[in-house]
Nanobody, 124 residues
């Protein structure tokens, strides 16, 4: 059983940056692909970014490509989402999730473990 705890959310202005962290415990972190998803009010949860278990592959939603960077530190059981040039449409609850190796990383249904989420609010 993997436990995931997100941190780093907050209220920022358009153009600012935020760094979200996700700390994992209770499992072998390097066995999991990791993803960040987000859910805005009144909308379905959507994929934002993911990284393979080794860190060798990363994927981004078109809406965040070029502004967000996902990384991981397997020694520290941590995955980071660096968000730059934030826009009001980035406002959402951001969730960290873990999926077994071999999973289709872009699909939320592939993820077995989820954090509680952290709120990101970008004011215009």
């Amino acid at each position: 059983q993997v436990q995931l705890v997100e941190s780093g959310g907050g209220l920022v202005q358009t153009g600012d940056s935020l760094r979200l962290s996700c700390a994992a415990s209770g499992g072998t972190f390097s066995r999991y692909n990791m993803g960040w998803f987000r859910q805005a009010p009144g909308k379905e949860r959507e994929f934002a970014a993911c990284i393979s278990w080794s860190g060798g592959r990363t994927y981004y939603a078109d809406s965040v490509k070029g502004r967000f960077t996902i990384s991981r530190d397997n020694a520290k059981n941590t995955v980071i989402l660096q968000m730059n040039s934030l826009k009001p449409e980035d406002t959402a609850v951001y969730y960290c999730a873990a999926a077994n190796r071999g999973s289709h990383m872009l699909l939320s249904a592939e993820y077995d473990y989820w954090g509680q989420g952290t709120q990101v609010t970008v004011s215009s």
